[in-house]
């Protein structure tokens, strides 16, 4: 289900949030781009992906993912008070099991700084290139790391790069991009929360 750019008026998001909640499973990946966030811009502009964040959805209405520096349970819904891009991809109970553990654990500046840094290089160099060749070790867990190593252990796969380094990019290319479910919310204008055709909308096609 693909609902594309759809601008939304409150019944409408919480009708697609309920639909989320709906379809989303325990340990399934949950890529995301906060519009409003100056943190998630740079992450999206420094890895050049389209959906810096990822989490992983818990069940209940509720996910595992970094808040404010650290690993923790919040809820999807959070999602739908704002202007988000988000994308769903199917995972596995062993994904949200492996993810769990890292509950309670923070991120470290430097390790943003550095991986950022490595990052840009290897954009000139090559994918993975940088973040292979230098010994960092690191000092906390980023977002996509911790999903990415979840998901790396949950299938009994191992990569030429530590998954704790992984970009949001990285985990993409390794999980795919196929979807169930995925849509950029926008908050609603006042011509379109008039307008009689904005629901309609709300159906799109399946992917």
């Known amino acids: 289900m693909n609902y594309g750019r759809v601008e ?53 209405g509720r996910i595992v993912g970094m808040l404010r520096g650290q690993v923790r349970l919040h809820f999807l819904r959070r999602f739908f008070r704002d202007e988000y891009d988000f994308r769903f991809v199917r995972g596995s109970r062993r994904v949200l099991d492996e993810a769990s553990r890292f509950i309670g654990q923070r991120e470290a500046l430097i390790d ?38 979840a998901w790396h252990a949950s299938q009994g796969l191992s990569a030429q790069l530590e998954p704790m380094k992984f970009t949001p990019l990285d985990l993409e290319r390794a999980v795919g991009k196929a979807s169930f479910l995925e849509a950029s919310l926008f908050p609603p204008r006042e011509s379109a929360a008039r307008a009689p055709n904005v629901a309609g909308s709300l159906a799109g096609g399946g992917r």
């Not at 966030?37 to 069940?59: E, M, N």
Request: proline share 3%; aromatic share 8%.
């Open 112 to 149: 943003l700084v550095v991986l950022g840094c490595l990052v840009l290089v290897e954009r000139l160099l090559g994918t993975g290139t940088a973040r292979r060749l230098v010994p960092y070790r690191m000092r906390g867990v980023t977002c996509s790391g911790v999903v990415s190593s």
């Open 8 to 60: 939304l008026t409150e019944d409408q998001r919480k009708r697609l949030l309920s639909e989320a909640l709906d379809q989303a499973r325990p340990g399934d990946l949950l890529f995301f781009y906060h519009r409003t966030s100056w943190r998630s811009r740079w992450i999206r502009r420094v890895t050049a992906c389209d959906l810096p964040h990822v989490c992983v959805y818990r069940g209940n």
